[in-house]
Structures are given as C-alpha cells and as structure tokens.
C-alpha cells in the first residue's frame, strides 16, 4: 500500500498493529507488516481506501549450514580434544564473541577453556551458576590448562587487583547470585521503579579482565531482569565473549536476543527491532527460525547433538560433578565422620580377634551413616545440575539408594518416573516402556538394586550417581542400562562427589577395582583386594609405628 506522508494512516497503522507485527524501514521508507495478520491489513486496506496487489514472491534461499571449520591450530593445553570439539574451539576462537550451543555433555566447557587459552585472553572472569558451578570451573581449568583459577570468595575479593597484576591468577569463576555482591556498588531504580543498565553502578572489578565465559547463558534470557542487565554491564567491551548454553532458544527467538544483546551480536542480525519483526512474529512468536539459524551460524553460533559427533565420541564417558554439602548438614557430617574414625582407632587397636570381628560390622555401619549424610546433604546441588539437563531436552537416569534421597527428589521433580524396591514388580516394566516411549518422561530415579536387574533404559545416554556402592561391577551394571550391544550410544556417566567427604575415598576405591579388575583380564596379576574397613583405617588414621 502506498501513500505520501500522512500523520493519521502512520498513528492508524500503529494503533492497529501491535510492534510484533509492524516495522519501519527508513531506508526504503517502507512499512512491512507480518504476514500472519494479512487478513487484519486487508480490513485496514479496505477501511482506508487503498489497493493491494500481490508482491512477486522471494525466490527460495538455501539455508544449509557449513560444516565447521577444521582446527588447524596447537592448542596449549593439556587435554586432546575429540575433532568436534576441536572444529567448535576453532569457530570460537575465529569468532570471538559466540554461543557455543552444543547440547550437555559434548565439552561446551573444554571448549570455551581452550579457545580463552589459545587467545591467551587473560584474566578471564567465569560466570556460572552457584554450586556446585563455581569449583567444577575450577577443576576444569586446572586439569586442562596450567592456568590459576580461583572462586571469588569474600576474602580473594579483596586482592583481586593484586593477584592479576602479580599474574598470580588468571581465572576468576563467580555465581550468578554473587555478581550484585562483588561488582556492583549501586542500584537505581527509575521513577516507574525499575533496575535499568544506566542505574547500575558497577565498581572497577569489572574492568580487571579480557575475556568472560557466561556458563548456561540461557539464565539471560530476559531482558528485564537483574541478573541479565548485570552480566551485560560486566561483559561489556570485552575482546572475547562465549556464552554457553544447550538450550539457548528456551522457548521461542525472544530468547535469544538478550544473549546475543550480551555478546554485542544484535546488529550483525539485522538490529534489535528487525530482529524482532524477522524472527519473533506471528502468534508463537517465532518465525523464519531455518533462516534465523542459518544467518547465526554465520557469525555467532554453533549447535550439535549428541547424534551429529556419535563417530567421535567413546561407547561411554565417565565425568566427577564435584557438589558441595549444604550447610544444613556439614555439622552434622563432621560429627559422623568424628565419631568414625574414633571407632577405626578403636578398631585396630582391638587385640581380640572375636572383638575385632564385632567392630568390623559396627565400622561399616558408621561408615554407611557418613555415606547416608553425604548423600542427603548434596541433594539441592544434584538436583540443580540434573534440572539444567533435562531442561536441554534430553532424558536422564539417576541411580541412588536411600529411600530418602527418592523422597526428596520426587519433591523437587514430582513427574519423574522410580524404579525402586518399594514400585511392585509387576508395574516396573510399565515404568520402562513410558521412559523408553514417552517424550515428556525426561527422568527416572532407580535403586541400584533395580538397576542391576535385566532392564532397558536405552531411551537416555546420560546416568548419574547420587550414591556409590563398593563394586564397580555394579556401578558397571547400572550405566548399561542405557547402552545398547553393538550400537554407537556414546553414554555419559556423571558420579557426583561431594569433595571433603567419603564419597571421594569411595570412589578412588571403585576405580582402583575397576583398574585391578582390567589389569586382571589382561593376564597381569592385579592388587589384591583387602577389606574395606582395613583401607579406610589405612588411609584415614595415622600409620601404625613399628619397633
């Protein structure tokens, strides 16, 4: 529809289509408006008087997307990459400012390490979620590189400045609930009572660093909130910027540009409010979503699925999720741990043999108190992390033991499916089928009992382990569940640890068996196995003196 300037048909058009549906091209002096309200323009047409004719339709666009390049550089760290993660190190490092979108448990983190690493893009700040996202960003950084990581804390705050300009330390990791408590000094709110950017006043923390990793960056979806406008304000200005996340687009386009807002990526797709009219139109508020990919993948982001890199990847993968114990049980974890190894004292300064058997069992019943709290303390942390993954859309299986971890995950994920000694066995392959058929059915708790009966839960390739057992045969068992015999599942097994606690001692003596065990059937004769009350008393109390 044409028309020379007219006040009223320019208020008419915006009265009558919302800002969803409507753009103005100043170049062209055009007004465009979505075609999923054609039949709303035609009434405007004939309200006003004015003809429509159908425009020439484009010519359809190929919007296959390039594989990425090659990496063709020497990377100074201390992990070798699989190829797909070396062809998404070498977008980003080209890049500079991307999402890395590859789903959960494809090395989105090794990724953005090594692309920061290779830039030598320091100090780098890391922003993640809380707990236990801050000291598995440790780790990580110290087993792939040789850099000095540090959680910022109260007390490391203060000497920040020092320790960079010393290069002492070149990672800093922070929660997303601390960026408030140690880079902001203000904030403003406006007269309709709301945080802006321009009301925030930053300190010079901020300023410290070259690069910033923004870990499940879909936590920044929204414009409107604190946390986005906060981490904006941080990453501002920096030569390198990663967003990670595998589940970027949460629910529709919106999403997205507060993230690419974020990286300072909006105008190389077209601006904000092109963007919003390309992409976010229509009543889904999504549209041209193969052209949207397509347009990104140019400049700014990369996303595979575990099916793209299966040729890559091993039969199975195990991770350690390191996860704090919430301050509700720290107390009483050490008292138990306390009053254990008194018992183990007591244990081998027994002389009785008949003594030294009745202590033995009352050991492993202290020891499995340690384990139980343990447990229970680490839930809130588990439960975040296991959150994260099914929210990218894939499907988890959680082995654990105790009838109240089972309790309190159902709390916390009422519509997951259970496989435990309390489900009648009758229903239990029921329970199978609606995990292995059901797309909604995204978890399942299992007794590790259950779990090491002939069942088949092939429907996921990410297990994880609440509690440990002894035998790695049946931590073996259990992440089969999801493997299938002669199939490529590629399957990741995530134990979570909680450090400073016997979980750590527990697992060592799993994979020492599992290590024993291979060496075994290799024809090498392995490390005999002593008992296990023996070994914690050798490795937790003093050594004996001998005269």
């Given amino acids: 529809m044409e028309f020379g300037y007219n006040p009223k048909v320019i208020q008419a058009i915006k009265d009558d289509f919302d800002m969803m549906h409507r753009r103005f091209d100043w ?39 390039q594989d990425l ?61 809380d707990p236990p996202g801050p000291d598995n960003w440790k780790r990580e950084w110290e087993i792939t590189t040789d850099k000095k990581a540090m959680v910022i804390t109260p007390k490391v705050v203060r000497y920040m400045q020092h320790m960079t300009e010393a290069d002492a330390v070149q990672v800093f990791i922070v929660g997303y609930s601390s960026l408030k408590k140690y880079f902001v000094d203000e904030m403003k709110r406006d007269a309709n009572g709301r945080v802006t950017l321009r009301g925030i006043k930053f300190n010079g923390r901020k300023d410290i660093f070259q690069s910033v990793i923004i870990d499940e960056s879909h936590k920044c979806a929204k414009f409107s909130t604190q946390r986005t406008k906060m981490v904006k304000g941080i990453a501002a200005r920096k030569r390198i910027r990663y967003c990670l996340s595998g589940t970027a687009m949460v629910n529709k386009p919106m999403d997205l540009a507060a993230q690419l807002d974020i990286l300072d990526r909006l105008d190389d797709l077209g601006g904000w409010i092109y963007f919003k009219m390309r992409y976010c139109a229509g009543d889904k508020q999504a549209s041209n979503l193969q052209e949207l990919n397509y347009r990104m993948s140019q400049v700014c982001f990369f996303s595979r699925n575990k099916e793209d890199v299966l040729t890559d990847l091993p039969d199975k993968t195990r991770q350690i999720v390191y996860v704090e114990i919430d301050e509700k049980h720290r107390d009483e974890y050490r008292h138990a741990e306390d009053d254990l190894k008194q018992y183990l004292q007591k244990f081998r300064d027994a002389d009785d043999e008949d003594v030294e058997r009745a202590m033995r069992g009352e050991t492993m019943v202290r020891i499995g108190i340690c384990k139980n709290i343990a447990a229970r303390g680490k839930l809130a942390a588990v439960q975040q992390y296991i959150a994260d993954a099914i929210e990218g859309g ?17 709390e916390a994920f009422p519509d997951a499916l259970t496989l435990t000694g309390r489900d009648p066995k009758e229903e239990r392959m029921n329970t199978v089928d609606r995990f292995q058929q059901e797309l909604d059915k995204t978890l399942i ?103």
């Fill in 69 to 129: 390049p090659e990496l063709n550089l020497q990377l100074p760290i201390k992990r070798t990459p699989y190829p797909y993660q070396g062809a998404g190190i070498q977008y980003a490092i080209d890049a500079e400012r991307c999402i890395i979108g590859d789903k959960p448990g494809l090395g989105k983190t090794l990724q953005a390490i090594a692309a920061v690493t290779y830039l030598n893009a320091f100090p780098c700040l890391v922003i993640c979620p």
């Fill in 445 to 547: 708790l299992v007794s590790m009992k259950v779990g090491g009966e002939l069942i088949t839960l092939t429907a996921s390739s990410h297990v994880g382990f609440i509690e440990l057992g002894w035998n790695p045969a049946t931590h073996d068992q259990c992440e089969d569940r999801c493997h299938r015999i002669g199939a490529k599942d590629a399957v990741m097994c995530t134990y979570f640890l909680a450090p400073g606690t016997i979980d750590t001692w527990n697992y060592a003596l799993i994979e020492e068996k599992r290590q024993n065990a291979d060496i075994l059937l290799n024809g090498v004769s392995g490390q005999v196995e002593t008992n296990i009350v023996d070994r914690l008393a050798d490795a937790w109390l003093p050594k004996k003196q001998t005269v």
């Fill in 27 to 65: 170049k062209d002096k055009h007004w465009y408006i979505h075609e999923s309200v054609t039949s709303q323009l035609r009434e405007f047409a004939d309200r006003y008087g004015f003809l429509m004719e159908e425009a020439e339709p484009e010519e359809p666009q190929d919007f296959t997307i």
């Fill in 394 to 410: 894939e499907k988890m299986v959680v082995f654990l033991h105790q009838h109240e971890v089972c309790d309190r995950m159902l």
